[in-house]
Every structure is written in C-alpha cells, then in structure tokens.
C-alpha cells in the first residue's frame, strides 16, 4: 500500500515534492515530533486540490500545515499525507481598491510567512499589518486560527479568503462566513482548507511602518524566549485572565519535564531547551493545567494543537 500511494502521490505532485517518513521535529517550531508517512509541498493550487482530492476519495487521513508553529506532534508521528503549504505557494501580490478610498489589497498564498506578508506591505507604505508580522506562522494557519497580536487580530484586516472545502469546490469566504472569534474560525468544524487569503490595508509612511515593525520585533525579543524552539503562546487567554501571569503566580517559571521547560522568561511559553520529546512538552503542558486548576479553579486550554500517535 505504501508502495502504490507513494507512486499516487510522486504522479499528482512529481517526486521532488513527496518525501517518506519525515520527521516532523524538522518542520515544526518545537523541533520535537516522530516521523510522517509522507510529506508533500504541492506547488500550484491545481496539485493540491487533486491532491485532496484523492486522499479525500482514498479515505487516506491527511494533515495541513504552514510553517509548522502552534503544533505539536506527538512521538508516534503521523500516519497518512501531511500537506505542507510552505514557500512554495506563498506568493503576494497588490491591487488597488475600486471604491476609491485609499489603500490596497494584499493577496497572499496560504504558505507565505506573515513576516513576508509585512515585509511586503511595508515596501509599498502600507499599513494595518505591523501587529502580524512577528507572529510565526503562515497565512493559511492565521486565518484559519484568527491570529493575533497587541491588541489587533487577523479578522481586522481580513477581506476575503479563498477555502478548499471538503467537497472540492473552492469557497470565496467572508470574515463572518468564517465566523472569526478568539482563535478560531468556523473551519476547525467544517474541514477548509485555506488557499489565499486577501488583506484590505490602508496607505502610510514607510519609515513609520518600519519603525511600528522594529519597535514591536523588539518587545517580542524582550519579552518572548525566541532563542528557545516553541510554538508561541503555549495556552490561550482565559477570560477575565492572563495565561502567563497565573502559571506564574502558581510559581511554576522554569518547571521542567525531560527537556521541556516553562519559560523563566515568559510563562506563557513552554519551550524546548534541548533534546525534548513531544512526551515531554505534553506532560507539561498538563502537569501546568493540574497546577493552576488546583490553586485558581481556572481551567487552561491549550492554543498549540496537538495531534499524532504515542508512541
């Protein structure tokens, strides 16, 4: 069977672009994970909608993902196809309003890095996109989680996103069609898969772009342990609290389990000092959920997905 589907997919794709049994550490921010069955990096959005096309017929499992942060997977790896969208479908491109008002569209290719989203609409002046830029995810996983940053999220700036449902008909979805809130969107439920996604931004200086951008890099190095493998923020934000501030106050900065630790930096990050297996972070992750229930009554919920088999 292996045989034959990887033989499927190297005639969907071309062999350049199907790997076999690829570690998952090697393409995931925590560096931690087992191995995929098969990696595939479709390079147009014809390969990949045959692609899913296939697995979908097949009832072959499959995993999307971008530039591997906010996820975890588990030792055991990933039976099945995981589908990266990476820099090979991460084009960006502009057009201009029709309406007259100022500004422009930024369209981008699920792959493209939010870094290069910015980088982008920072050389054409402008603005609306600085809070995104040091989020280190793709845009695919941005929509798809509604990322967000200081005070700003992904749905604030979203125009339109182009998804791949389920069924192989490709979807132009509005913010409220993808029912936006606080990390999530309605194609956690309904299976999208997210193609593009187009950005209405309005004009500005470029130096006080560039300046918005440095200013906010900065504070991430200050405050985040970004020489550290992680996956961002480890817990989303309970309401009426801050994640960071109650693992902190239950005392638990610098908690470790084999190579993972809470960060003495920033408690809301559990990184990966070296040498953490993926056993490692999720045993964490719960020993710091049974902690802080026990002392707060405040359930934490994990913002990293996590996904994959024991081993």
């Known amino acids: 069977m292996s045989k034959d589907l990887r ?10 672009n199907v790997k076999e049994h ?29 692609l899913a096309a296939f697995l979908q017929e097949a009832h072959i499992p499959y995993l999307v993902i971008g530039n591997g942060s906010n996820l975890l997977v588990r030792d055991g790896g990933i039976r099945g196809v995981v589908l990266q969208l990476g ?23 699920a792959g493209a890095k939010l870094s290069a989203v910015g980088h982008e609409a920072q050389m054409r002046a402008l603005s609306g996109f600085e809070f995104a830029c040091g989020i280190p995810g793709s845009v695919g996983g941005a929509v798809r989680m509604n990322a967000g940053a200081y005070g700003a999220e992904i749905k604030d700036i979203l125009c339109c996103a182009r998804v791949l449902m389920p069924d192989g008909q490709v979807k132009t979805c509005s913010p409220q069609d993808l029912q936006l809130s606080y990390r999530h969107s309605a194609l956690d439920e309904n299976g999208g898969m997210v193609l593009s996604a187009t950005f209405r931004l309005r004009c500005g200086d470029p130096e006080q772009i560039r300046a918005r951008m440095a200013e906010l ?40 389990v084999g190579g993972a630790q809470v960060s ?18 999720e045993a964490l992750i719960g ?6 229930f026990a002392l707060t009554g405040v ?7 996590i996904v994959g088999e024991r081993e």
Not at 23 to 29: E, G, K, L, Y
Not at 287 to 292: P, S
């Open 87 to 109: 820099s090979r479908f991460s084009a960006v491109t502009a057009q201009e309003p029709e309406d007259g008002r100022d500004g422009a569209f930024l369209t981008a290719q």
């Open 22 to 50: 690829v570690s998952m550490s090697s393409v995931t921010t925590f560096r931690a994970g087992g191995p995929a069955d098969f990696l595939c990096t479709p390079v147009s959005e014809e390969q990949i909608r045959a």
């Open 7 to 16: 033989g499927t997919l190297i005639g969907l794709l071309g062999a350049e």
């Open 299 to 305: 359930k934490l919920e994990p913002e990293v997905k």
């Open 217 to 256: 890099a900065e504070k991430r190095r200050s405050r985040q342990p970004l020489e550290f493998p992680s996956a961002g923020s480890t817990f989303k934000r309970p309401k009426g609290y801050f994640a960071g501030k109650l693992i902190m106050d239950a005392g638990l900065k610098g908690l470790s």
């Open 264 to 281: 003495e930096k920033h408690a809301g990050f559990v990184i990966n000092r070296g040498g953490a297996t993926a056993a490692d972070i």
């Open 287 to 292: 020993e710091v959920q049974n902690r802080v």
